[in-house]
Structure formats: C-alpha cells, structure tokens
C-alpha cells in the first residue's frame, strides 16, 4: 500500500491520467500534480475544443461523444483536489524529479511516485475538405 502523503506525478490528462488521478485520489492520496501539454485535459482522443469555438460534441467526436463528455466532466471534478500543470511540457526525468517548461517557465518538481499517462495516438478530425490533396509551400517550391 502507498502512504497517501507521498508526492505523486502524473503526466497526461487524457484518458488514462484521468483514471489514474481519479485511482488515486480514490484510494485517499492527497499530493497530486498532473502535467498536461495542452491546454485542457482530454488527450489528444478526446482533445477539447478551443475557447470561442462552440461545435457540438457529436460533430467532434461523433459515437464517442457521451465518452468524452464523461471524461470533461470527471477531470473536472477532481480539478481541486489536485494540481494541474496545463500547457507545461515535461522535458527531462531524472533523479526524482521531473524538469518541466510551462506559462511559470522552467521547474523542477520532486516526486516520489511517477505515473506516465503519454497516450497512444492522435485524433484526426474529419472535416469537409480532409481527403483532399494537399502540398506544402516547400513541395510546390521544390517542383519548380
């Protein structure tokens, strides 16, 4: 059994941070920092829209949407009882502690325990327009 002082980390506010931070605080661990590179939690699966944009959630994530809605919610809920680092990038883990770069600039946070939560894939959204052909100004330049 974990003692429930101990400094957790959890990099990755997708699907499997969310369960983990939800595992945790279950089980009666208090010191909880998650570290996100986005901007809000939902991983790249379930990736939420950003601020101004109003599209329905069964245009974005289509059968899926009632999942990801679920999961907004649930981090959401637990969002005071934890720190959430958003926007932050974890760029070295070494000695216990994780080197961090994020709107407080460059950190340092101890741990004693470390739960990586990456995430597997990215989301493609379809749009009108996503099949068809496209180049890139370097590949249109090149052919010339």
Excluded at 48 to 77: C, M, N, V, W
Excluded at 107 to 129: K, N, S
Aim: proline share 6%.
């Amino acid at each position: 059994m974990m003692p429930r002082d101990e400094r957790i980390v959890v990099v990755g506010a997708g699907p499997a941070g969310t369960r983990a931070v939800e595992t945790l605080l279950a089980a009666g661990c208090t010191k909880i920092t998650v570290i996100n590179e986005a901007p809000a939690s939902g991983g790249q699966i379930y990736r939420r829209q950003p601020g101004g944009f109003s599209r329905s959630a069964d245009l974005i994530y289509g059968d899926e949407a009632p999942k990801a809605l679920h999961l907004h919610r649930t981090f959401d809920g637990l969002s005071g009882r934890i720190v959430h680092r958003s926007r932050t990038v974890v760029w070295n883990v070494f000695d216990g502690a994780v080197y961090t770069s994020g709107p407080a600039g460059a950190e340092v946070i101890p741990y004693d325990r470390l739960v990586l939560c990456t995430g597997a894939m990215d989301r493609i959204l379809p749009v009108p327009g996503w099949t068809f052909r496209v180049f890139s100004r370097s590949a249109v330049r090149r052919s010339r």
